[in-house]
């Protein structure tokens, strides 16, 4: 049974979130502030955490944050604002996925039951991709520029990684959502331009080897 958190500070959200969580088979624990969620991440172990941006004593962008600084546990954010800065903040911080309120109870839960499998799958690999001085170390999954170490979000590295091993194919929209998101994803278009936003400006001078191609998708060249 996968544990799951949920984090916001109305009651009738966490409610409703618990019910339909409950139904699905979900141990649902609850916390109605960014430092109660802290506290409970600190001490406890979750499969997902679920966590509203706007809460008391510590928003969700920044208990996000700390909770980055040690845990890898993917994290659902929901927020009433849709705006793209701050869907790219979230994913800069490390969030799973961005869920706008008011949101559909069902659709979330197929949020999360896809989050959670794309976090027990995991991924095989065990060679070292290097191009001039960008090194690619999938086992570690440590990327390096210049023997500098780039920090990415562990969706930048699913990104990444797998355009580096197919590097040189016209990788479409589609296949790049399915392959890194999965099947059951339910996001949009702006989730995966987004991402290469960031990864574009995680690669700093190597940003020209991920390429665009238009009304396509993009192809990661390093020759």
């Known amino acids: 049974?996968?544990?799951?958190?949920?984090?916001?500070?109305?009651?009738?959200?966490?409610?409703?979130?618990?019910?339909?969580?409950?139904?699905?088979?979900?141990?649902?624990?609850?916390?109605?502030?960014?430092?109660?969620?802290?506290?409970?991440?600190?001490?406890?172990?979750?499969?997902?955490?679920?966590?509203?941006?706007?809460?008391?004593?510590?928003?969700?962008?920044?208990?996000?944050?700390?909770?980055?600084?040690?845990?890898?546990?993917?994290?659902?954010?929901?927020?009433?604002?849709?705006?793209?800065?701050?869907?790219?903040?979230?994913?800069?911080?490390?969030?799973?996925?961005?869920?706008?309120?008011?949101?559909?109870?069902?659709?979330?839960m197929m949020r999360v039951a896809a989050v959670i499998k794309r976090s027990q799958n995991g991924r095989d690999a065990s060679d070292v991709f290097t191009y001039k001085g960008l090194v690619v170390d999938f086992s570690a999954r440590i990327v390096t520029v210049d023997n500098e170490r780039v920090s990415m979000t562990p969706k930048e590295y699913d990104l990444f990684f797998y355009m580096v091993k197919n590097r040189g194919l016209a990788l479409t929209r589609e296949t790049l959502i399915s392959k890194v998101w999965g099947y059951d994803f339910f996001g949009d278009d702006r989730t995966l331009d987004t991402h290469i936003k960031l990864l574009r400006k995680s690669l700093g001078e190597y940003s020209s080897c991920v390429v665009t191609l238009r009304g396509v998708g993009y192809r990661f060249e390093a020759e």
């Open 1 to 108: 049974m996968s544990r799951i958190l949920v984090v916001d500070d109305e009651f009738g959200i966490r409610e409703i979130i618990k019910k339909y969580a409950s139904f699905e088979g979900y141990e649902v624990r609850e916390a109605a502030s960014g430092m109660e969620a802290l506290d409970m991440v600190m001490a406890e172990d979750f499969d997902l955490i679920i966590m509203d941006v706007m809460m008391p004593e510590l928003d969700g962008f920044s208990a996000c944050k700390e909770i980055r600084k040690h845990k890898k546990t993917p994290i659902i954010m929901l927020s009433a604002r849709g705006e793209e800065y701050d869907r790219i903040h979230g994913f800069e911080l490390g969030v799973d996925d961005y869920v706008v309120k008011p949101f559909s109870p069902r659709e979330l």
